[in-house]
């Protein structure tokens, strides 16, 4: 089974608290604090890996998270630090966040990551809280929140070369003459209902990746057949092999060919391009090598009335070596029988030359990689006012900052109060209440508990 579209959830790991405890020690207040801080929490990656090649295996399992950080503890000691937590993803993944509607990565190669959760950073311990005018903290932080995030993953395979063309055109023939790969091949169509990829080493060595797109058909571009499923697969190529099935037409009735029917090879050839120029510009103005396949069947005579229409619609000619390497933009005709071979060693090796001499038509993918950065800045506030009968007014904060902190606030404590104080005015929450037009009785509410507004607080 093949699949290259998925959807998954993960979560990075959450921060852990700060510790707020005191020594046991003679003569020092309280003990003195020693509560270490938490440990961070795990982060979340993705790396591509050339060990996959299809998104099957998040259709197991599509749920992932990172181990939290652990909480810090007396005599200064910090919590330990939760475990990165590494998914693997076959190359060519584009990693979308669904909730913020951004593209966040493209993983094109072999070890490329990305960073999709940011783990929780761990609360301090009292101990660094303490100063000349506060020598006995009684409090401490909490660590930060997880991160949870829902992704797309579509994988856009990696391939030099695309094989294009109608059902049973040959396209699986073409890619197990001139590669290692072994398709299923049958007289029927549809026969391939997944990409196939095939390995092509050239003279020099090298190797390059070709790609056989199945299920192409009229109407593709708008989800008919197999074809808009795997369109996808061809945006990264440089250039296509256009294979166009022309069995079974005799000389009697290629004076008689109709533009209009799907009797006639050439409208099969502009009706997929068609089909390309529909789904994307990128691909209407990719080059090709056009390919008339299944030449086995026709006389001479009959094959150069053909070849010789190809050429009048398309301006091509039947190519050769030397066009390319006189001419860098050339891309030519070929006519070849890919079951006898007849042609095929020429077009490898016009595809060889092609490669290293067309300049590569990348796509580009725009990324929104400052979605991470600002993953925990929590520090955002919306304040709701609220009219009371008694004259006084009450502001409703929600700030996540806030409310972390408020969860392991004592609020019979006046240290722990003014520290809850300081970041609340920090953050800016004081002064737009105050320009709002707050006065003394009124009361702000964080996280459920309401704290009067004095002159004090205003000032």
């Known amino acids: 089974m093949f699949l290259d579209t998925v959807t998954i959830k993960v979560a990075s790991g959450r921060g852990g608290h700060g510790a707020c405890t005191f020594r046991k020690e003679k003569f020092v207040a ?33 749920s992932f998270r990172a181990i939290n950080g652990q909480r810090g503890a007396k005599g200064n000691c910090f919590g330990k630090g939760g ?23 493209d993983l094109k190669k072999d070890g490329d990551r990305v960073l999709v959760a ?55 023939t073409i890619i197990s003459k001139v590669s290692a790969a072994r398709p299923k091949i049958a007289d029927y169509a549809f026969t391939t209902i997944a990409p196939n990829l095939g390995v092509v080493k050239k003279q020099s060595g090298d190797a390059y990746v070709m ?26 190529t440089k250039f296509f092999v256009h294979m166009v099935d022309v069995w079974g037409f005799t000389a009697t009735n290629i004076d008689e060919f109709d533009i209009k029917s799907h009797e006639d090879p050439l409208h099969n050839f502009i009706q997929l391009n068609y089909e390309l120029a529909y789904y994307s510009d990128k691909l209407k ?37 030397k066009d390319l390497e006189s001419d860098s933009n050339f891309v030519g005709l070929f006519a070849i029988s890919a079951v006898t071979g007849e042609g095929v060693d020429e077009l490898k090796e016009f595809i060889d030359l092609g490669l290293d001499t067309l300049k590569a ?5 725009i990324l929104d990689e400052d979605i991470i950065a600002t993953d925990h800045d929590d520090s955002n506030f919306t304040i709701i006012k609220q009219d009371e009968s008694s004259g006084s007014t009450k502001w409703a904060v929600h700030c996540g900052k806030l409310e972390r902190i408020m969860k392991i606030t004592d609020i019979r404590d006046l240290d722990s109060l003014q520290h809850l104080f300081h970041v609340t005015k920090a ?21 459920g508990v309401d704290f009067e507004v004095t002159d004090a607080v205003l000032l």
């Open 30 to 62: 309280c003990g003195g604090p020693n509560g270490g801080d938490g440990g961070k929490g795990g982060d979340v990656y993705l790396v591509a890996s050339d060990d996959l090649s299809t998104l099957l295996d998040f259709s197991y399992k599509s």
């Open 83 to 105: 475990e990165d937590l590494i998914i693997k993803v076959p190359v060519g993944t584009v990693v979308r966040d669904i909730n913020a509607d951004l593209t966040i990565a």
């Open 118 to 172: 940011q783990g929780g950073r761990g609360g301090r311990g009292n101990a660094k809280f303490k100063s000349n005018n506060l020598r006995v903290p009684n409090f401490s932080e909490p660590g930060e929140a997880c991160i949870e995030r829902e992704l797309e993953l579509e994988l856009k395979m990696i391939a030099d070369v695309g094989i294009i063309g109608f059902p049973n055109a040959g396209k699986s």
């Open 211 to 236: 790609a056989d797109i199945p299920g192409l058909i009229d109407g593709a571009s708008e989800g008919k057949g197999l074809g808009h499923q795997f369109l996808r697969h061809i945006e990264r």
């Open 285 to 321: 103005n990719r080059k090709q090598i056009v390919v008339l396949n299944k030449i086995e069947a026709y006389p001479e005579e009959d094959l150069k009335k053909l070849i010789a229409r190809f050429e009048e619609y398309t301006g091509l000619k039947l190519a050769s070596k």
């Open 361 to 365: 038509d990348e796509e580009e993918i």
């Open 427 to 447: 953050i800016g929450i004081i002064d737009d209440i105050k320009a709002r037009g707050a006065s003394e009785g009124d009361s702000l509410n964080i996280d």
